[in-house]
DNA sequence: GAAATCTGGTTTCAATATGCAACCAAACTT
DNA sequence: AAGTTTGGTTGCATATTGAAACCAGATTTC
C-alpha cells in the first residue's frame, strides 16, 4: 500500500513532514547548508542510494526547497541549491542537532560546533 | 535491503533523525504532547496501521522517547507517556510547525495557535 | 582524435517496510 | 454470560529502498 501523505492535514506539522519528514530529505537539506550543491557530491557524502536521491532532489525540487541551477556551459552541469524555503529550514536542523547533541549517544569526537557566521559566537539554545 | 542506520553517526542530525527521523515517529510525539496517551488513541487519531505503530512505539520506548505505564489495576491497561527527553523535541516540532505554517499551503482554517501556558501569549518565532 | 573519465542520471532486481484486515486473549462492562 | 475495550500479533499484497549495472553527453587525457 502507498505510504501515507499528509499534504493536506489541517496541521501545520503533519504537511512539513509530509515535505521533509522522510528518511532522507532533511539530511539533504543538511548537506546542502554545509554547501554541497552537486549530485555526484550529494550521493557520496551521504551514502544514498543514486536512485533514492534522484527521486528525493526532484520532490525537493518541485517542493521549492531547492532549485536545480544550470551550471556549465552547454548544459551538463547543474547545482542544486537551497531557496528561501529551504534556508529557512534551518532552524528545524538546529533544534535536531541540539536534541541530538544533548540527548543521543554521540559518537566520540564531539561534532562541529555551530557558529553565527557574523559574531562567530556557538549559536544560542533555542528556547520556546 | 535493509533501510540504512545513522546511530552512530558523529553528526548530531543524523543521530537525531534516526531516532525520530522515520515517517511516523515525530507525528506521535506531536500527538503524545497534545495528551494521547493509549494505544488506540493514537491509532484512531493518527490513522496509523496498528502492526506500525506498536513498532514505532516500541522503538521510541526503547530510545527514550516515551516510557511505557502500566496503569489500571491488573495489568490491561498501560500508557505511553512523554520522558524528558521526549518532551525536549517540543522545540523541534514548533520549528516544524512555524515552517509549515509559513511555507506549505495550509488547509483552509489556520490551525490551532501554541500559545505560553503560563503567559498564555502566542510563542514567539524561533531564531537562531 | 581516440580513449578514458566525469556528471547526472535510469533500469533492474532482491530485500525490506508499509497498510489493511483478520484474528486473539485478557479485563472490564452490562 | 455475552459483548466490548484494550493492546496487541499474523498474513498478505503492494510500495519503497538499496545495490549494482547500464547509459549518454561533455570534458579531459594521451
Known sequence: M??????N???AVARALSEVGD??????VLQAMYGTRRYVDFQRELGIARNILGDRLERLVT????RKVDVGEHGCR?????????????????A?????ERWTAGGDQPGPV???????RPVAPLRV
Open 2 to 7: 502507498t505510504r501515507k501523505r499528509f499534504e
Open 114 to 120: 555551530v557558529r553565527d557566521r557574523v559574531s562567530s
Open 63 to 66: 517542493d521549492g526547497v531547492l
Open 9 to 11: 492535514s489541517s496541521c
Open 96 to 100: 535536531l542537532r541540539q536534541w541530538g
Open 23 to 28: 528518511w532522507w530529505s532533511l539530511r539533504i
Open 78 to 94: 547543474y547545482e542544486y541549491r537551497l531557496t528561501d524555503k529551504g534556508r529557512d529550514l534551518f532552524v528545524v536542523v538546529e
